[in-house]
């Protein structure tokens, strides 16, 4: 059975700091891009960063300087560290894993996602 569960969300002050994780299980996490995605209330859930197999990442560009993705293929996890966060953070996070090859995808998994809230 595939899981992945995202923890690290919550309520911080604008400027501060969070550091999302996801936990995967019941996948071969290291062929797996990983994603974060979030949805702010009454938006559409949009891309926020991605970590390829070998570890090459990419960032929405409202996000870049702010934050980093990374992964443990070890502990089968991947990280979000968010910095300088402002009220327009607010969203509930997700983590994808998604295995392509080539335009084929041929496994997408989402969590349930969690929630983080920054006050002005």
């Known amino acids: 059975q595939v899981q992945l569960v995202e923890s690290g969300g919550g309520l911080v002050q604008a400027g501060g700091s969070l550091r999302l994780s996801c936990a995967a299980s019941?996948?071969?996490?290291?062929?797996?891009?990983m994603d974060w995605y979030r949805q702010a209330p009454g938006k559409q859930r949009e891309f926020v960063a991605h970590i390829t197999s070998g570890g090459n990442t990419n960032y929405t560009d409202s996000v870049k300087g702010r934050f980093t993705i990374s992964r443990d293929n070890a502990k089968k996890t991947v990280n979000l560290q968010m910095n300088s966060l402002s009220p327009e953070d607010t969203a509930v996070y997700y983590c994808?894993?998604?295995?392509?090859?080539?335009?084929?995808?041929?496994?997408?998994?989402w969590g349930l996602g969690t929630q983080v809230t920054v006050s002005s």
């Open positions: 019941g996948i071969a996490f290291s062929i797996f891009a």
């Open positions: 994808n894993a998604r295995w392509s090859r080539g335009p084929a995808i041929l496994a997408d998994y």
